[in-house]
C-alpha cells in the first residue's frame, strides 16, 4: 500500500513544478531553502524526501513540548537542490532539525555550519528511490540582520553528468568551509 502511494506521488511530482529549480550543467548552485511548516501534498521534499523528518518535528513539538500546531507542520527546513540527468530527477538535500550537530549558539558567535541529516533522492520513471542517506552542512540562507561579510553565505551544489558526482560546499564570510566539501555518488 505505501509503495503504491510513493509510486503514485512520485508519478504525479515528476511533472510538478517545484520550489528546486532543476539545474545539470555542471555549474555552482546555491541551495534553496524550504520551509515546511505549511504542509503540501505535492511538494517532493515533504512527501518524498524527508515525510518522516516532519512526522518526528511534529511528533516532538507536540507531545514534548506540549505545542498545538493547528494543522501546520513543525519549525522544520532544509536546503535542496534538483538536477536533471537522462530522464531521471535527482535531488540532493539537507534538513535542520533536532539531529544535527550545530556550531555555537550564543549572541556573539559568528555565523557556524550545522551538520545534519542529507538524502539523496532520485525520481525515475515515476518511482522514487533514496540513493544515499549522509550528513552534510546546512546554513541559513543569509538576511538582512547580519554583517556585510555574511550576505554572501550560501552552500552550494553542482552536478556532474559524466561522473554522476554531486558535489556540495558551503561558503561563510567569503570563505570555503573545508569540512562542508564533499562529494556524493548518484549511480
Known amino acids: 500500500m505505501i509503495r503504491a502511494l510513493i509510486t503514485t506521488l512520485a508519478l504525479m511530482l515528476a511533472g510538478a513544478t517545484s520550489t528546486v529549480p532543476a539545474q545539470s550543467d555542471g555549474a555552482w548552485q546555491p541551495m534553496a531553502l524550504s520551509d ?18 516532519i512526522r518526528e518535528a511534529n511528533a516532538y513539538a507536540s507531545r514534548e513540548l506540549k505545542k498545538d500546531l493547528k494543522g501546520k507542520n513543525a519549525w522544520v527546513t532544509a536546503l535542496s537542490a534538483r538536477f536533471e ?3 531521471r530527477s535527482i535531488i540532493l ?8 550537530e550545530s556550531g555555537a549558539n550564543h549572541a556573539g558567535a559568528g555565523v557556524e555550519r550545522s551538520i545534519c ?5 532520485q525520481i525515475d520513471k515515476g518511482k522514487a528511490t533514496i540513493l544515499r542517506e549522509d550528513r552534510g552542512c546546512y546554513i ?11 550576505q554572501g553565505d550560501s552552500v552550494q551544489a553542482r ?4 561522473t554522476g558526482q ?16 564533499r562529494s556524493y555518488p548518484t549511480r
Open 117 to 121: 541529516p542529507l538524502r539523496i533522492v
Open 93 to 100: 538535500s539537507t534538513i535542520l532539525t533536532r539531529a544535527c
Open 159 to 162: 552536478f556532474d553528468p559524466v
Open 140 to 150: 541559513d540562507p543569509p538576511d538582512a540582520s547580519l554583517p556585510a561579510q555574511n
Open 36 to 53: 515546511f511548516r505549511e504542509p503540501s501534498q505535492t511538494d517532493p521534499l515533504q512527501t518524498l524526501v524527508w515525510p518522516d523528518a
Open 85 to 87: 540527468d537522462k530522464g
Open 166 to 181: 554531486i558535489q556540495m560546499r558551503a561558503i561563510i564570510g567569503g570563505r570555503l568551509i573545508a569540512d562542508c566539501s
